[in-house]
């Protein structure tokens, strides 16, 4: 493939993982597809991170660094693609890595169908060291031909699919917005749902193109009553932007689950700072009945073990 037919600018926010980097830098430098740049944008960390990325920087000057201090990787991101020069954007955490002829496969995709914004590849779960691979079932896990309908009732349900499965046309940054740094979590969802809400395309690719590590440290097991908070937060971001009743009923569904989730697990915890959810510009009547209501989530769950 020739390699100008764009340039693919990968993004990586990195706190504290130094150790995980050398692996991704590598898969990135044997990429069959070699116009791209990797912005760095280290978010505060306090090990050797530093030092390694400007010794490669040296080496290839593909990769950069941005330095800034903790904001969350959200931030990160959103400061990686305002800095990007490519006219394609890759995200990836640093932990995890991608197959080689991801980058070429994309943009050939890309190249044959000029209509579409974002191609997406399948990808597998692995975990730390390396003693496992494998894959829920992703025939579920396709954007259909409403992908709004699809972020909005699907989206860590039966659709899962991590952020360095795809690859976006910069334009859609441009055009609709970046990650919201207010969310430490979701932040993937919540510029999906911006994504599709304003008519982005996606494209599917059959391809193993991300591989996503699963250890000790991944922002997916930690803090899960901030996991829980966010998808609330995200949910009560888009109530005034949902188009008709069927969209609505949808968005009633989640807020009340999410809501729930995070009432119980708050509780659990003993965790009581519902501040930000208690805030955030939803009716009050709404949060209220979500509230109220959150005990009967349990229910089924329960019922469910006991008729096991």
């Not at 791209?36 to 990325?53: F, H, K, Q, R």
């Not at 499965?165 to 970046?178: A, E, I, M, T």
Request: glycine share 4%; with cysteine; aromatic share 14%.
């Amino acid at each position: 493939m020739m390699n100008d037919d764009g340039k693919i600018s990968v993004i990586v926010p990195n706190y504290n993982y130094a150790h995980y980097l050398p692996e991704l830098f590598a898969c990135l430098q044997q990429q069959t597809y070699s116009n791209w740049e990797c912005i760095i944008v280290d978010d505060g960390s306090s090990d050797n991170s530093i030092t390694l990325i400007e010794s490669l920087a040296k080496e290839d000057a593909r990769f950069k660094l941005i330095q800034q201090a903790n904001a969350g990787p959200a931030a990160a991101r959103a400061n990686g693609v305002a800095h990007a020069s490519g006219d394609f954007i890759q995200l990836i955490d640093a932990d995890d890595y991608i197959s080689k002829e991801k980058f070429e496969r994309a943009l050939n995709l890309f190249k044959e169908q000029p209509s579409i914004d974002i191609v997406y590849s399948d990808y597998r779960f692995v975990d730390v060291p390396f003693t496992k691979e494998w894959k829920e079932d992703f025939r579920k896990n396709k954007v259909g031909s409403q992908p709004f309908i699809d972020f909005l009732s699907r989206w860590e349900l039966d659709l899962m699919i991590p952020i360095h499965s795809f690859v976006f046309r910069k334009n859609c940054f441009d055009r609709w917005g970046s990650m919201d740094p207010q969310f430490q979590t979701h932040e993937d969802w919540d510029l999906h749902l911006n994504f599709s809400l304003n008519g982005a395309r996606y494209q599917y690719d059959d391809h193993v193109g991300a591989y996503y590590r699963i250890h000790g440290s991944s922002s997916s097991r930690t803090d899960l009553t901030k996991n829980r908070r966010d998808i609330a937060l995200v949910l009560a971001k888009y109530l005034p932007l949902v188009r008709n009743d069927f969209e609505k009923r949808l968005w009633r569904e989640r807020y009340f689950q999410a809501v729930a989730q995070f009432m119980i697990d708050a509780r659990v915890r003993k965790q009581i700072n519902w501040k930000r959810v208690m805030d955030h510009p939803v009716p009050k009547s709404l949060k209220s009945a979500a509230i109220w209501s959150s005990p009967l989530y349990l229910l089924p769950k329960v019922f469910g073990k006991l008729s096991k």
